[in-house]
């Protein structure tokens, strides 16, 4: 296969050691796979704690920074961490002021933060949780029960994120975290399959000339195999599966999504198209992002989020914020 990759078994660990390279800013400990702002604990902060799978880059450890998650737990290759990651994530978090946990709807990921969450209370240290479960293409999947937590990942962390770093206490940035979750929808498309480290070929067969619609970031199968689409005619689909679950009355976030391997030429392109289609359904737009940020190895597709926001949601997607994957105002 070529990757940039000497031996799957230890791809995880060589990431790790070249962000710590990359990011003094941040305490990489690759041994025990956590991921911490060097500043934490902050004194009066609610520590904000998310993790999942590695391949998702920069989802969740390109997050970690001020204005956004405190710290972050990989796992190994579309694998859950493990309890024992967050505990030690919120020990080195927590000022007295709590810790948010922000999991991805999936089987794997919530079992273990919910250990972890029993774990870490045995220990003095006060947890709630927001679930992520945005995804609309389909319920209960191979991977869940329920609906699936993908790109409205993003605008939870860096939204909640805000909150924490004005001091907020803990159960009001559960609250605006919950709200974000509430207020967002997505769905996704797959051009081609990803290809996993360890297995060193597709995960799944998808003829050049057709597309899955309704994808998980895993690329667990999704609503319906097609004939390959205008990015157009995508965006159609896309958007309008979206507005079929939500109406938004307010202005919303739009995050164009690469799955890890669709160029941003494309990327851009098709961001026009959902545009469009936004405008011709009569959805005010407040701000949108377009690039790589929740996404599945090497695979090519895109994914659409809308999260309705209101002035105060606004606001704090507008705080500043400095992470390796996403930074503005600082």
């Known amino acids: 296969m070529k990757m940039l990759i000497d031996v799957a078994e230890t791809v995880v660990a060589d990431a790790l050691r070249g962000m710590a390279a990359a990011h003094p800013e941040l305490v990489v400990d690759v041994d025990n796979r956590v991921i911490v702002r060097r500043d934490a604990p902050v004194a009066g902060k609610v520590g904000l704690i998310s993790g999942?799978?590695?391949g998702h880059e920069p989802l969740h450890g390109g997050f970690v920074g001020p204005g956004m998650l405190s710290a972050a737990c990989p796992?190994?290759?579309f694998t859950s961490p493990v309890?024992?990651?967050m505990v030690r994530a919120a020990a080195a978090v927590d000022s007295g002021a709590g810790v948010l946990f922000i999991v991805k709807n999936y089987t794997g990921d919530v079992l273990n933060f919910d250990m972890a969450a029993e774990l870490a209370e045995d220990e003095g240290i006060q947890v709630a949780k927001v679930l992520v479960n945005d995804d609309v293409a389909v319920t209960d999947s191979l991977y869940t029960a329920g609906r699936r937590g993908t790109g409205a990942t993003l605008f939870v962390e860096k939204i909640a994120g805000a909150a924490a770093d004005e001091g907020q206490p803990l159960e009001r940035v559960e609250a605006v975290g919950r709200q974000v979750n509430e207020n967002s929808r997505s769905f996704g498309i797959a051009l081609?399959?990803?290809t996993t480290p360890a297995k060193g070929s597709p995960t799944f067969d998808l003829p050049s000339?057709?597309?899955e619609l309704g994808i998980g970031i895993h690329g667990e199968p999704g609503r319906e195999r097609?004939?390959?689409?205008?990015s157009g005619e995508i965006a159609d689909f896309a958007v309008g599966a979206i507005l079929e679950d939500?109406?938004?009355r307010n202005p919303v976030l739009v995050l164009v999504n690469g799955m890890g391997g669709t160029p941003l030429l494309e990327l851009y392109g098709f961001n026009a198209e959902v545009q469009r289609v936004l405008a011709e359904r009569g959805v005010a737009v407040a701000h949108t992002l377009v690039g790589n940020y929740v996404t599945s190895l090497d695979?090519?597709?895109?994914?659409?989020t809308l999260c309705q926001v209101d002035e105060e949601l606004l606001r704090l997607w507008n705080a500043p914020v400095k992470t390796p994957g996403l930074r503005w105002g600082m």
């Open 52 to 54: 999942g799978g590695s």
């Open 75 to 77: 796992g190994e290759v």
């Open 83 to 85: 309890p024992d990651q």
């Open 192 to 194: 081609s399959a990803c």
């Open 209 to 211: 000339g057709e597309l």
């Open 226 to 230: 097609r004939a390959m689409m205008t």
């Open 246 to 248: 939500m109406t938004p």
């Open 299 to 304: 695979m090519a597709g895109a994914s659409v």
